[in-house]
Structures are given as structure tokens and as C-alpha cells.
């Protein structure tokens, strides 16, 4: 079966500190790994990872993928308080388009 | 705002009700995707609409679930005598007719209580 894991589950930090969540998959037909961030509102788009060891970075976060272990992880360094939400991660296992297995998610909190 | 718009936010059923939840997609989208979120879970691909067409509703449930998005007007989700299983939070996602790139734009959801 088709399956996203998603760890931890939950995570809290203090400014300032370099956090790193994992994403490991089993998938078919593998295209696409996607990261999002979940705050009390819609699901925003961070990256979306097709090759291995091509590192993908926005400011303070970055993402990597490695196709050999299924996996990716998702840094975000100097965390601020902002940060804090669910970090998704989603699979395009190759069904039809936009048809993603997600993730649980990791909720990640920032103390001040 | 020219975001993924979906309304009710907030809607509240009693058992045996119905449940229509509608989604207008991002200006210049013609594909919609419907996704559940079940407490504790991660989000749940439903079903993927076209206008005028169902292309793939492979995780809908079978009965009392349907979708739609007409040729004018918002895609809806509808859901026929509900039960407290129903219970989630609905996401609409659109995308571009073309040239898609694999990303979804999420709305903020619709977050479905059943009494």
C-alpha cells in the first residue's frame, strides 16, 4: 500500500533553534515530493522536489530528497515564532494529476 | 482576493441531514481537487473535477457522497444523510488547465460538525 510517514508528529523548539523534519515514503510510481505549511488556514505551497541530492531553499527553509531511500527532509534554521503550523508532506505516486498522498504532518511549535 | 475560495466555513448538520459544501477555484483554474481531513489524519484525496466532468472520484465513498462543478458557478461537494463519521474538515484545491506544475492551491477549508 501507497504510504507517506511523516516524523516527529510533533516538535517544540525555541527561537532560534535549527529544526529538521523527516518524510519517508513507499510509493509505486514515484514523480513528486511536496512540502506545505498548514497555519490555521489553507495548506500554502513551500517546494516541490523531483530529483535527488538537488537542494531546494526559501530564505531560511530548505529541502532535500533522496530517491534512494525515499525520503526527504524539510530544515528550517533560526526559527521564529511564525514557523509555528503543520508541516505536510505529499506524494505524487502517479495517479492522476493532483491525486497526492499526504502525510500526517508535523506540528511544530516555536517558543519565544 | 483571488484565492481558493470556500464557504461555509463552518457548518453544522444534524444525522441524517445534508451537507453542501461549494468551492470557487482561483481566478484562471479550471481543475478543482477535493480533499478531507479526518481528525488525527492527514488530508485524503477525494475526487478531481474538470468542468463539466468527473475525471477521477477513485476516493470518494461510494454512497451518499457526490461532487460537482458545473460549466457556471462553484464546484460542490455534497453529502447526503450525514453521520458523525462525516465529520472532518473539507479541503477544495485548483489548479491551472494547463501547464500544470504539480502544485495544488489549497482554500481554508470547510470544517463539516455532525450531531
Redesign the interface.
Known amino acids: 500500500e501507497d504510504k507517506v510517514v511523516q516524523s516527529p508528529l510533533s516538535l517544540v523548539v525555541h527561537e532560534g533553534d535549527t529544526v529538521t523534519l523527516n518524510c519517508s515514503y513507499e510509493v509505486t510510481n514515484f514523480r513528486s515530493l511536496l512540502w506545505y505549511k498548514q497555519e490555521k488556514k489553507a495548506p500554502t505551497f513551500l517546494f516541490m522536489l523531483t530529483s535527488s541530492g538537488i537542494e531546494k531553499k526559501s530564505g531560511r527553509l530548505s529541502s532535500i530528497l533522496d530517491k534512494k531511500e525515499l525520503f526527504s527532509i524539510l530544515n528550517i534554521t533560526a526559527t521564529q515564532t511564525g514557523d509555528s503550523a503543520i508541516y505536510l508532506c505529499a506524494v505524487d505516486y502517479g495517479g492522476s494529476q493532483g491525486n497526492l498522498i499526504f502525510g500526517k504532518g508535523t506540528k511544530l511549535s516555536v517558543k519565544p | 482576493n483571488a ?2 475560495m470556500q464557504n461555509p466555513r463552518h457548518l453544522v448538520r444534524r444525522r441524517g441531514q445534508e451537507a453542501r459544501l461549494r468551492c470557487s477555484p482561483m481566478k484562471g483554474h479550471s ?1 478543482v ?1 477535493w ?1 478531507r481531513q479526518l481528525p ?6 477525494m475526487v ?1 473535477l474538470q468542468k463539466e466532468n468527473i ?2 472520484e ?2 470518494m465513498p461510494k454512497e451518499r457522497f457526490s461532487a460537482e462543478f458545473p460549466k457556471e458557478g462553484p464546484s460542490i461537494l455534497r453529502i447526503q444523510q450525514v453521520v458523525r463519521g462525516d465529520s472532518a474538515a473539507y ?1 477544495c ?1 485548483s ?1 491551472p488547465g494547463t501547464g ?10 470547510s470544517r463539516l460538525t455532525v450531531l
Open positions: 484565492g481558493v481543475h481537487y480533499y488525527e489524519e492527514g488530508l485524503k484525496f478531481y475525471i477521477d477513485s476516493g479541503f484545491a489548479s500544470f506544475a504539480g502544485e495544488l492551491f489549497f482554500g481554508e477549508g
